[in-house]
């Protein structure tokens, strides 16, 4: 798995921004949520015992991980990062949502012992300088939004969510470490289990009349879960859990750094959204911070290489 494939994976799942941005136009964020995981959940879960019908069994044991995995990587995650797109433009939300590589940095520190060097540090600090510019332009409904100082809610509800998703690939980590489970297996039950959640909500505060889908929607919105779930559910979740057996998450969180530059062109060309050459500048400066805690990691001994597993086969 080289570090191509996993710019690949940054780059198909930035273009979720825009496609959940169109269908956000016939969907409310959380029944948007909720149907998407439980349908991507239930794929997943299906293909799994095609292929073994014992694999699909629970232990007590694991029960509380994969419920603490829905809850902040598909329950909370999404709904405040699809809350928070309906007011910002995708290349922005995806541009906010490179934050995470700041809270992997805490949460591997705290789980995994992973060191905070001083060029780490540096790397860091100057990746959240980056952020600022970005920060301060706000625009229509976001003004309307203001929370305090230059930061609006909507902008809140991205890190939020960047925060918990975070957080849930720190907790899949250890899962998969520990309780000796596939992600595949992980990511399956979290989405049926966190969907539900999501349903549930949705039941109270949408209008199901029958469905929270506006009227002549549906099959715009069946074409666009449908994509979502192929593109983000099905290929990047799955892809991102065996990339972590590689990489870790703080590595693979500021290599999606990239993403903004994707989410642009993505958003202009579906959402005919300009292109923002402050997102442009800001993700270079960004970038430079990710080559910093990449060389640092790296002579950490924390990301395995090519060379290294070689030597070791050789061994």
Not at 97 to 116: C, Q, R, T, V, W
Not at 191 to 208: E, I, K
């Amino acid at each position: 798995m080289s570090l191509t494939l996993v710019i690949l994976m940054y780059a198909a799942w930035s273009a979720i921004f825009s496609i959940g941005k169109m269908v956000l136009q016939s969907s409310p964020p959380i029944f948007l949520t909720g149907s998407r995981m439980i349908l991507a959940g239930i794929i997943l879960l299906a293909y799994l015992f095609v292929r073994n019908r014992n694999a699909l069994k629970i232990n007590k044991k694991q029960l509380f991980p994969l419920l603490a995995l829905a809850l902040f990587s598909i329950y909370l995650t999404n709904i405040l990062e699809f809350w928070g797109l309906q007011h910002l433009s995708a290349a922005k939300t995806c541009f906010i949502y490179s934050l995470s590589p700041f809270f992997a940095s805490i949460f591997s520190y705290i789980h995994f012992g992973e060191k905070m060097n001083l060029q780490k540090l540096i790397g860091l600090l100057i990746g959240f300088g980056g952020f600022v510019p970005v920060l301060m332009l706000q625009t229509g409904s976001e003004e309307l939004l203001n929370a305090f100082s230059f930061f609006s809610w909507p902008e809140l509800a991205i890190m939020g969510a960047a925060l918990f998703s975070v957080y849930g690939w720190v907790l899949l980590r250890i899962i998969v470490k520990n309780q000796t489970l596939s992600p595949m297996y992980a990511n399956g039950y979290s989405m049926v289990f966190g969907g539900s959640m999501a349903l549930v909500h949705s039941f109270f505060v949408d209008s199901w009349n029958p469905l929270p889908i506006k009227e002549g929607a549906l099959l715009h919105f069946i074409e666009g879960i449908t994509l979502m779930i192929l593109v983000s559910n099905i290929i990047c979740y799955n892809l991102y859990g065996l990339m972590l057996r590689k990489y870790t998450a703080t590595f693979l969180s500021f290599v999606g750094l990239l993403s903004p530059f994707f989410a642009s062109l993505n958003s202009w060309l579906l959402l005919k959204e300009p292109p923002s050459w402050t997102i442009f500048l800001s993700t270079v400066v960004v970038i430079c911070g990710l080559f910093i805690v990449y060389r640092a990691e790296l002579n950490q001994g924390y990301i395995v290489t090519k060379r290294a597993i070689d030597n070791k086969v050789e061994g």
